[in-house]
Nanobody, 113 residues
Framework: VQLQASGGGLVQAGGSLRLSCAAS????????MAWYRQAPGKERELVAA??????TNYADSVKGRFTISRDNHNTIYLRMNGLKPEDTAIYHC?????????WGQGTQVTVSS
């Protein structure tokens, strides 16, 4: 399974971005998909996750500002509103299938103050 993330960029504080992550390749049944982020000098952290059934989970730091969604073609989105400088990071998507975990290459999000 290959994951292609896109949609990152430079935005001012308070602005919005929408990230996309499309899965392709040998797909049978992808279960959970998620967005993680890693800021310089920090560990990778979970931002938001969505199950195959549509259940969602968010980090406390993004609740009310970010929304994860998923279409019927194994693509997930992360709508990010009210961006803050502390949201600056490389955002990675991942997916779980048949007990394996797959990662995308990441997309840079930079929020200026």
């Amino acid at each position: 399974v290959q994951l292609q993330a896109s949609g990152g960029g430079l935005v001012q504080a308070g602005g919005s971005l929408r990230l996309s992550c499309a899965a392709s390749g040998r797909i049978f049944r992808i279960n959970d998909m998620a967005w993680y982020r890693q800021a310089p000098g920090k560990e990778r952290e979970l931002v938001a996750a969505i199950s195959n059934g549509g259940s969602t989970n968010y980090a406390d730091s993004v609740k009310g500002r970010f929304t994860i969604s998923r279409d019927n073609h194994n693509t997930i989105y992360l709508r990010m509103n009210g961006l803050k400088p502390e949201d600056t990071a490389i955002y990675h998507c991942n997916a779980h299938q048949s007990g394996a975990t797959y990662w995308g290459q990441g997309t840079q999000v930079t929020v200026s103050s």
